[in-house]
Each structure stands twice: as C-alpha cells, then as structure tokens.
C-alpha cells in the first residue's frame, strides 16, 4: 500500500486515528510497501524549485505526515529519501533521454524582495527552519538525493538530512550564495555546514557565496557520496538500507586534522582572524552580510544548537532588510530579465563560428566559445598570435583542470573545437563570422566584404566586436544588412559579464535575439543598445574619465583620486583604469566621443601627451603607474610639465569635489542615453554600468544611486560646476525634468 498526502495532526494523535489523506501540488509524498518513503519537492513538470510559503507548507504537512506515520511504532517507516522531482515523468518526456535536473534553487527571491521588517525577516527563518528541523526529529534515517541545483535553502534542506548522495552530472551546483542577496543562510546553513565540515571551509564556502560542481561537494565533505545520474535513486536506497540495518540514524561523524584545530580550538581564533582581515579590505567591507555570516558560524561552535538557530534567524531579519539586500536583489532580477532576451523569436543557436584577429579580444572570445560547445575558428594573418591564443586557451583550461572544475578530457575536447589557421577558406559552413580587427572602418567593411565572397551564408550572423565605431555604417554596402549586428565584449572577454549587443539602422529582431542568445550562453548579460558613438559603455565612461584627467592637471595626485573612487565602491579608481585601458586607446575613443558630442566631451591634452611619450600604461611598461600598477609610472614626468605649461597653482581637490565632479557627470549622461533611445528602460542604464564599468553592485546601479542621493541635489550642484568649470557640467533636461518631478 502507499501512500500520498499529510496531516497536520500531532504525532500522538495519529498513532491513535490514522489522518485522513491530504493532497500536495507542490510537493510529493510516497509511502511503499517496503517502508521506503520518497518525498519529492517539487511536480515533474516543474522547471525551477523554489521554496516559496506554499511549498514550505507542503513541506511541513508532509513531515507531519512522516512523523505521524513513524509515531504509529510499527515499524513500517524505515527510511526517507528527499529528492527533487521526477523528469522523466513530465509530459512528454523521453524516459530514455531525460531532461534537466532539478533538487531546489532555494527560496523564491520574490519572498526575499517583499519583507521589509527585520522581525519579518527573523519569523520567516525560523519558520523554514522548524520545517526542516522535522526531518531531523524522525528516528528513521533520512537520506537527501540531489541531482541539479541545490542552492540556498535547498542545501540547507539537504543538511538537515542524515546523508547526501549526489550525482555526477553537469547541472549538479551545491552552495550557500546568500551573501550575493545581501542576506545570511538563515535556514540553518551556517549552523549545519560549520559543524559538518569545519570553520574554515564552511567561511570559505558561505563568506564568498561559492557554487560547488559534484566532486569538490565530496572533497569538501559537503556531501557523502558521489555516482552516476542513473543510479541516483538505487545508491539513496542502499545507503537508507545500510543505516536502517545497522540501527543508525546518520553515519558517524568527526572532525579531523586542521579541520578540528580551526574549530574546536582556541586555534580557530586564527581561521576568524584571517576572515575579518579580508572582510575588512577592498569591495567586501561595503557589504554587511559576509561580516553577519562569520558571526553566525563562529555561533555554531560556541553556542548551545538552539541558540545558534537563533542568532542565525535574527542575522537572516537584520540583513533582508537593509539597503544593500534591496539593492543586490533588484540587480538579480535584471540578470534574470536579460536572461530571456535569448529566448524571444527568432533567436538561433550559433554551432559553427568563425571568429577573425588572433589579438587580446579576439582569442578571448574564440576561446570562449569554445569552452561553451561551439566548434570555432580563429583566423589571423600571423601564425604567432594564434599560437598565442592557443596558449592561452590551455592555460585557462590546465587551471581549470588543476582546480578539478573540468576532466582532462573535457578540456582536450575544448581544445579539439579550436582550430586556428591564416587563411580565412570558406566559410560556407559558418553560423557567426565576428572580427576583431584593428578600430578602423574602412578596415571592418572590407573583412566583412570579404567574408560575404568567401561563401558565408545569407542568415549567418555577421558581427563586430568594435567597441567605438558606427554598426550602421559597416552594414552599408553588404548584402542582407539586417544580420550585421555589434557584439561588444569587454576586456578580459572571459571574466567581464556584460555584452553590449548594438543594433545598426537595418538590424532585424531576428539578429538581436540570435546575438543575446549566444551572449547568455556564453555566461553574459547581454544589454540592447542602439547605434551611437560609444553605444553605452564608454559614452558613459567617456566624461569620467576625461574629468579624471582634468582633476591630475589641476593638481589631485592619482591615488587621491583613485582612493576617492574606491572609497565611492568602484572596483578600481580612473586612473589606474586609465593605465589598464592605454593612453593610446583613451585617447582614440575620446577623439570619437568628441566628435559626436563637441560641446561636452573635449579630450583633455593629456591623453595625447602621454601617447607621444609612449607612457600608454601597462601595454608599454607603465603610464601614470609603474609595471603592475605599482609605484610611479613614467607618465608621472608627462604629468608634471603639463602642470608647469598651465602656470597655475596644484589644488589637490577634496574627496565630496571629486565624487561630485566624476559620479554626478556619469548619471547624467546615462539618462541622456536613455531619452535618446540608446537603451529601453533604466533598468539597462542599472546592469549596463554595473556589469560594464563596475558602479557599484550595492547601490543597485546608477538610476537607484541617483534618486537616493537626490536628483535636485545632483542637478544643483552640476549647474554650480557648470557656473564654475565649464558647460560640460550643465545637465541635460532630462535629469532637469525628473529632479522637478521627483
């Protein structure tokens, strides 16, 4: 007989009067014959499991439903496996072929979004928890079976189990990425998981929001057994069989080795040491929630459990509170919205790509594609850039296969879809042509020419990776101009996250999608933007970093300015990315930006200066900073006699004069790009320049940024600098009309 339903009877109860059956739509609940309970999470046609109030409901009444059964003390309940649902029996699945996976992705972010009080915050952990608890209350042995996301509450969920068994598939993610929210596990993870596995792992893991692929799971003693997908199911029972012979509930458990010293220890004083050193520098001291986490774990060796739980709940309240958990989860949304820009109509998989210039951009994204399954060809007109690439491609991989993130095979097939050649042949095969070629018009219009005569096919995707000049102009003159299309990644293309996707005059919605499709695939947000000088980006960028240069010739010392920066949350001042950038490249991209814009975007002399004294940065040795960024670099000389020709006082600006005169020209132009129509809505201006030129992730982006500081505040005090320092200051009307409006 089985068994499906729950009561919310009390265990004493339902040994008297077994509980009438109660239906689940979120969760489902089997009882066998044999005394094997099997309770899945989620239905088979769901795609993502979440853990909103209605599951955790379900859930609950099914634990009841467990408990109640097992409070019958016949002994019919022998063991429970949790697992998520059931792929192959969705509608129209292949048994043979079946889909994704899924355990739990963790609460519904939706939740995290809407609570607003602490006390709220507090509640909803510790109703989570109490759920979970219940699994840990039944004396049978409980074994977590988890094959695809286990993420946030799902692994919390998985640690209230006595056993985790995982399988070794490519959709499988173990982690606790809370921080990422702004907010703290707070259904018993950093209790459970410190005590699992030690301090020091368990900080690592939940300080830094780290996702673990199925092997490092094991290796970490996160989970207890790793096999094949295929036998998910029969291992979960032969290890609940296992306990249930042997009268266990859990398998026994002990720390060893550093493990123990770093937690059980006066010793562990050192792992918290290092933990608040590092928390205390860089990005990570604007952030409040990895400092609460730290507290909760170092709790869940110093406190009695219970009062462990609690401080956890009251830290999961505090943090989903505050600003920065408003700011962190709107920015999740966003990515979650540029997400389905891939799946609109038209949108094709690319299978084939042929990617043109062996230079820094170009084999970062031909090696990009490949590791993410497309079979490419990079082409240039020298052999030596090519090997280079290929270097660097096995480079990337041999660190991925020494951090055991990828099989030595896996990574020889990355290497087998890379092929590279000085002859372009025919391309007649080809799905994506992209070049990355020298920032020369002329130069693009003829590769592209010349890439239609070799063969390409009328629908593949014909793209440039320029990041300055004019889509619609390169469509001019090739047949079937409504495939050319801008696809602008950003320097390293295998670590920046954003993708400007730039539609020319005669770009079709077809080419777009297609575009968005690959960039999400790639592991990038793809952000739509229409043709324009500088599209988004670096229009953006352009006056920040003029300003920057114009602050050095007025007297500020680079590392004030850069400190002002850091201090504001960017992950680098302007002029240390002045030097990452290249003098050469700044001073290219603003002649453009003048060109386009006179009135307001004037190179500043010293970009042009640096270049004819070859002080262009790191590319050449050094600019305003020495090799690596440290120590004066050669530009310093370049600098100094610009200050003398000007005949002027140094005045070494204060920090507010600074963030006013970087920060305030940045938010009016990205709202001049949005009433020009670069972009759809503020929130591509929110991901473009947090994902682009890294503004910081806690504001939750530039529009969010502007409002909170005051858009009257911000329009006063450009009309000041403007009244002062120039016209380049005065706002647009825009910004005018908003800071009226409020």
Not at 25 to 34: K, P, S
Not at 294 to 317: H, Y
Not at 654 to 660: A, V, W
Request: glycine share 10%; with cysteine.
């Amino acid at each position: 007989m089985s068994t499906t339903g729950s009561s919310a009877a009390t265990p004493t109860a339902a040994a008297k009067v077994p509980a009438a059956p109660l239906a689940l739509e979120r969760v489902q609940l089997t009882i066998g014959d044999d005394g094997m309970a099997v309770l899945r999470l989620g239905r088979a046609d769901e795609g993502m499991v979440t853990l909103t109030v209605e599951r955790i409901a379900e859930l609950d009444a099914a634990c009841d439903r467990l408990l109640s059964h097992e409070a019958l003390g016949d002994g019919s309940l022998r063991a429970v496996i949790v697992t998520g649902p059931d792929p192959t029996a969705a509608p129209g699945a292949d048994a043979r072929r079946p889909g994704a996976a899924m355990f739990c992705a963790g609460a519904d972010v939706n939740l995290i979004r809407e609570v607003t009080d602490p006390q709220d915050g507090e509640a909803a952990a510790v109703r989570g928890r109490s759920v979970f608890e219940k699994l840990r209350r039944l004396r049978a042995p409980v074994i977590a079976a988890i094959e695809g996301p286990c993420l946030g509450g799902g692994l919390e969920l998985a640690l209230f189990c006595d056993l985790r068994v995982v399988a070794d598939a490519p959709g499988t993610q173990l982690g606790l990425p809370e921080v990422k929210l702004g907010i703290v596990p707070g259904f018993g993870g950093t209790q459970n998981l410190t005590r699992l596995i030690g301090l020091p792992k368990a900080l690592d893991l939940i300080l830094n929001g780290k996702l673990l692929r199925p092997k490092q799971a094991l290796r970490s003693g996160v989970i207890d057994r790793l096999v094949p997908r295929s036998k998910l199911l029969t291992a979960a029972r032969e290890e609940a069989l296992k306990l249930a012979g042997d009268g266990r509930k859990a398998p026994p458990r002990r720390l060893r080795g550093q493990a123990f010293w770093l937690s059980r220890t006066p010793l562990r004083a050192l792992a918290v040491r290092a933990a608040r050193k590092a928390l205390a520098k860089g990005q990570a001291r604007f952030y409040p929630a990895p400092g609460e986490a730290l507290r909760c774990c170092l709790a869940a060796l110093t406190m009695p459990v219970a009062q462990g739980f609690a401080v956890e709940a009251k830290a999961l309240g505090a943090m989903i509170a505050t600003d920065v958990s408003k700011a962190l989860v709107h920015l999740f949304f966003l990515t979650e919205r540029q997400k389905r820009l891939g799946k609109q109509d038209g949108a094709r998989d690319v299978q084939r790509a042929f990617v043109l210039g062996g230079g820094v951009m170009g084999a970062g994204i031909a090696g990009l594609l490949a590791q993410k399954g497309t079979a490419t060809r990079l082409c240039d007109v020298a052999m030596a850039p090519l090997q280079r690439a290929k270097q660097r491609l096995q480079a990337t991989l041999d660190k991925q296969t020494k951090r055991r993130r990828m099989e030595r095979h896996e990574a020889q097939a990355v290497q087998d879809r890379f092929a590279v050649s000085t002859e372009a042949g025919s391309l007649r095969d080809t799905d994506l042509w992209l070049e990355a070629v020298v920032e020369d018009l002329a130069v693009k219009q003829k590769v592209m020419q010349d890439a239609v005569a070799r063969g390409l096919p009328d629908d593949a995707l014909l793209a440039t990776n320029t990041s300055s000049l004019s889509v619609t102009a390169m469509q001019q003159g090739v047949p079937h101009p409504e495939r050319v299309i801008g696809v602008h990644f950003f320097n390293p293309p295998e670590k920046m996250p954003l993708v400007e996707v730039i539609r020319g005059r005669d770009t079709d919605d077809a080419a777009v999608a297609t575009a968005c499709r690959l960039a999400v695939r790639l592991g990038k947000f793809p952000v739509v933007v229409r043709d324009s000088a500088g599209f988004l980006v670096n229009r953006c960028l352009a006056p920040y970093v003029n300003e920057a240069a114009r602050l050095l010739l007025e007297g500020s010392s680079p590392e004030s300015i850069d400190a002002a920066m850091l201090d504001f949350g960017m992950p680098m001042g302007p002029c240390r990315l002045l030097d990452e950038i290249g003098f050469d490249v700044a001073a290219k991209v603003s002649e453009v930006m003048h060109g386009a814009f006179p009135e307001r975007m004037q190179p500043c002399e010293l970009f042009a200066a640096m270049v004819e004294a070859k002080a262009l940065g790191q590319k050449s040795g050094g600019g305003l900073f020495g090799a690596n960024g440290k120590g004066d670099g050669p530009g310093r000389a370049v600098l100094a006699a610009l200050r003398r020709s000007r005949g002027t006082p140094a005045r070494q600006a204060s920090r507010s004069e600074l963030l006013q005169r970087l920060v305030y020209p940045l938010v009016d132009e990205a709202f001049r790009c949005l009433d020009e129509g670069l972009v759809e809505h503020e929130h591509d201006l929110d991901l473009g320049l947090v994902m682009g030129i890294g503004f910081p992730p806690f504001t939750g982006g530039i529009t969010r940024f502007a409002r909170r500081e005051g858009l009257a505040t911000i329009v006063a005090r450009l009309d000041e600098l403007a009244r002062g320092l120039g016209t380049r200051f005065r706002p647009c009307d825009g910004l005018r009309r908003r800071a009226i409006d409020g």
